[in-house]
């Protein structure tokens, strides 16, 4: 099976970014930095920080998956992404464009969703958009 997954921003930068993220949100993305796959001694991992969970950073999606197929006690691989501006929902269906950084690991399946270009966030926000925004953001359905 064939995957369509985004390369990551860097190669060269693979493996150097921070542990700690934020866990998925923001509706949107703008670069892969990595994919990683988490290990868990306690699942069976290899214990290679002592007793402590770790992960493994990858180029390509394909190589995440066929090391934590292989991996005893590994997750499924994740995409560490950025997002230079997101959506935010503080509560549901108030939504807020915010225009910060932000580093975040999401299943790899949300990057199915597109891209941000610099009129997605603008258009999500659009008093005229159709009530079902959130699936057309999803790629669910279209307009």
């Not at 998925?24 to 290990?39: A, F, K, M, P, T």
Request: aromatic share 12%; hydrophobic share 35%.
């Amino acid at each position: 099976m064939m995957y369509q997954y985004p390369p990551v921003l860097d190669p060269a930068k693979v493996g150097t970014y921070a542990a700690l993220a934020d866990a998925g949100g923001g509706y949107v993305w703008d670069s892969v930095l990595e994919y990683r796959v988490w290990c868990h001694p306690e699942a069976g991992a290899p214990d290679e920080a002592d007793g402590d969970d770790y992960y493994y950073a990858f180029e390509t999606y394909e190589d995440a998956l066929a090391f934590s197929t292989l991996t005893i006690g590994a997750e499924e691989p994740l995409a560490l992404i950025v997002q230079e501006e997101y959506i935010d929902e503080p509560e549901p269906g108030r939504y807020v464009h915010i225009k910060k950084r932000r580093i975040a690991e999401w299943p790899v399946s949300y990057l199915n969703r597109p891209k941000r270009t610099s009129q997605t966030i603008p258009e999500f926000l659009n008093p005229d958009t159709p009530r079902n925004r959130l699936d057309v953001l999803r790629g669910l359905t279209e307009q």
